[in-house]
């Protein structure tokens, strides 16, 4: 198993550019999440989706949408970048019967730029 | 709203002497809660975890924590810090079953 795979691992983007950060987990986990993590504020949520088709909004949700049209992919779109939206992105998965248990699963995060 | 609080943002402690990080939390439900740690420049790992039972916790590299609903904490501890501890450390409460709400981190210094 691959587990969550993200996709890119660096990128720099210039002010008003839009991207999409990939998340994609191969474990049939049903919930994921998307965080961002800045010095001295620890990681905090974006926003996160409990199946396909369902997504809900986090605690920093602005200027970030996102979809989940299929169970093993839930991508994070920057629509017009910010130089504030710099940060290191976190995607996260898990069972609503074993996330309890076995904990998140991680990726290893896309650090963004934007200038 | 759930809220995790980690009231020290950074914690130096000699090589071979006793560690506690301190957590408190604000749920209203019995709360699901996880310690994760994050060496410089790598990903999250999972060092415990609590979601029923027995309120004393153990984890990986020799860590523990305790749930004390009374005090709305999960401290973590660990008798004899190791210089590869070093790190920064995340408390999280899980939110409604579907993802994490984290702490600010403490960052864990440990001098020889």
């Known amino acids: 198993n691959a587990g969550v795979t993200q996709t890119p691992k660096f990128q720099v983007l210039k002010t008003g550019q839009s991207m999409t950060l990939q998340c994609a987990q191969d474990m049939n986990h049903e ?27 986090g605690e920093v949700p602005n200027g970030y949408n996102v979809s989940r049209s299929t169970t093993e992919d839930f991508p994070l779109r920057l629509l017009s970048a910010a130089p ?32 | 709203a759930q809220s995790v609080t980690q009231p020290d943002i950074h914690i130096t402690v000699s090589e071979g002497a006793s560690l506690e990080l301190r957590c408190n939390y604000s749920y209203g439900a019995t709360p699901y809660l996880f310690w994760y740690v994050q060496s410089p420049g790598q990903g999250l ?10 309120t004393l916790v153990q984890g990986i590299k020799g860590f523990e924590a305790e749930f004390k609903r009374s005090q709305s904490s999960f401290n973590l501890r660990k008798p004899s810090v190791h210089w590869s501890d070093a790190a ?3 408390c999280a409460v899980n939110q409604a079953g579907t993802a994490l709400i984290f702490g600010k981190g403490t960052t864990l210094s440990v001098s020889s």
Do not use: N
């Open chain 2, 45 to 54: 790992q999972l060092l415990l975890k609590y979601f029923s039972g027995d």
């Open chain 2, 88 to 90: 920064e450390y995340f």
């Open chain 1, 31 to 57: 919930y994921m999440s998307w965080y961002r993590q800045d010095p001295g504020m620890g990681l905090r949520l974006i926003h996160y989706s409990v199946g396909a088709g369902i997504t809900d909004q």
């Open chain 1, 84 to 115: 504030s939206q710099t940060s290191v992105y976190f995607c996260a998965s898990s069972r609503p019967d074993r996330g309890l248990i076995y904990g998140y699963t991680f990726g290893s995060g896309t650090r963004l730029t934007v200038v």
